[in-house]
């Protein structure tokens, strides 16, 4: 991904994904630092950009937030699907009902990606809300690194509210990963 990045002055991101999520609030953690005290649902596609220094290089990452209603994306797509990076395919830790969908905007996202190989990320968001005695009604990460390993992709499980570890290095509000594949 690094030699990718180097290359590319703009590296446009799609976050997919059910409506109710959390893509907003993600985008809005990685581009301002912060969670956002107020969200309205999405309408369409919105993107944020955040400026990167990697190795030097000045690059631009820019987030694609899409609302999760079918009447908002099949007009979008074809502008949405073009030249892209990478994927973020997230779901609610404590919505079984979003993980399932996954299946559905993988193929779509398959479909319309016209065979690009691009590098595709497992988001679990809301880890905040986890909790430990109801496991019957959330996506466990063995869940998720299983899904992710039969689609061959990275998997993070993170919170834009509280992200897992809060450090001060230059990381902050990121969402840091909490194990990956
Ligand atoms: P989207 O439809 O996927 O864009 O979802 P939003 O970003 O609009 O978030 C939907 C709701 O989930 C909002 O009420 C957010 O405040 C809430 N939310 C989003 N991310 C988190 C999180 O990490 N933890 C918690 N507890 N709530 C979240
Ligand atoms: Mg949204």
Redesign the pocket.
Known sequence: VSSLLTRCRTFKVLVI??????????T?RLCAGE??SR?E??IGVDFRERQLDIHGEKIKLQLW?T??QERFRKSMVQHYYRNVHAVLF?YDVTCPASFCSLTAWIEEFRQNSLGQEIPRFLVG?????RDPSRTDSQVSQEQATSFAKAHGMMCFE?????PPNKCGSGRRGDGEVLYQQ
């Open positions: 994904g059910d409506s109710a999520v959390g893509k907003t609030c993600l809005h969670f956002p969200v649902a999405t937030d609302a999760g997230v968001n809301k880890s905040d809300l993170t919170s834009a509210k509280n």
